[in-house]
């Protein structure tokens, strides 16, 4: 397996999985932005949020939860529309001022994150959780299947990963994969602050299954001897083809293995240093005699390593091989082959250029070579045959009839001067 070749491939893998955390990042800044002016813009009554309450028949159901009843006895049926918001409201907050404030401005969100939501395949929630300790989510859910009406947002691992002390740049923030209480499975979590006039107000937050972000060539690289890999800035092992996270029954229990199961190579390895870093290639020795080597790049955007490893031998082999490859073609006198100089071995590069550049020379003369035998070969054909294509004259004929031969033409000159003299003789 080629250096340069891994290397590529590390590269376009992590690009790759930048590109859908990115697109991750978007729709956060985007709710963020929208959430602001809202807050900001709207004229909030209390009649009007009184009215709101009584159109939607909000009332406590039997777990506890202030919620809308029509809608969340069509949820149970089976019927509830595809753009419905719930919300994760105990009935001892119900007349929290800023809960129903907030609330009431975010009611209308429904059909707006439908369409983050399909824009994100990998996306399971999307949900915002208020400084009032109230919350809606998306899709739809039933709260009590989930949290308790007392549940303490302020305590939940997205909200602790941007609050203002953990999160004092007000970035987004992705948090460990984790076990998703509303039963989707393992999941990741990425989640942005809500500011308004400088003051914490709320987070949002979207979850997201590990798998659905991973793509599959990250865990299925394209040769047999090259195991591709994540591993987090904490040391932990995101993803490999191997070793897989573990679960605890106990909902919301998982445990990941460190990155020092992968050999003393990889316990050594200070990740803040690799991050720092960026990209690179390693050297390592699993065991005496191997020759292994290991390609990373790091993705700031979410504080994981991509990396790589392979066999510096079979990097070797091919190297000769292709060098071999090369030779046979030149003897054979095909001077347009060239060593892909894309992924070699260090040692070789040296005299794969130097080939490349014989094998150009070559091919530049050969050209020019038979340019020149092409241009001689059509000097010779006219010398040979000047007159090819054209009819021939006589040289003494001046520029009379060609078709009639010399000793005609002498005899047609006689018979013209014949008939001048009888024509002179008959007028006398």
Known sequence: MK?????THVRSAAKALAYEVNRYHDALHELQRLTIFLLENTTV?????????????FGEDESGFWLGIPLYEKFRSGKAPDDAISHAWSAALKDDTGARERLYVLRGFGSHLKRIRERLPGAIWIYYQDISNTSIQFPYIDPAGAITPDFDWKSYHTWLSVEPEANPKREIRWTPPSIDYAGAGLILSVSIPVYLDDKFTGVWSIDLAQDGLLKEYLEQPPASDMEMFIIDLAGNIVSHPKIKTRISPEKGSLFQEDKAVLGPDFEALDMKKIAETDSGTLNLNESPGSNVKCSFKH?????WTVLAT???TALMDETFTEMEKALSKIKKGDLTYRIPEVGIMEQAKVLVEEYNQMAAALQEQASLRGQIERRLAGKRIQV???FRGKPRRHPHSRGRDEKFPLRQQGHLRHAGLYARRTDQHDSS
């Open 3 to 7: 250096t340069s070749f891994v290397a």
């Open 45 to 57: 009554a209390p009649k009007d949020i009184d009215n709101w309450l009584e159109k939607e028949r």
């Open 299 to 303: 993705l700031p955007e979410i504080g």
């Open 310 to 312: 392979y066999s510096a």
């Open 384 to 386: 040979q045959d000047p």
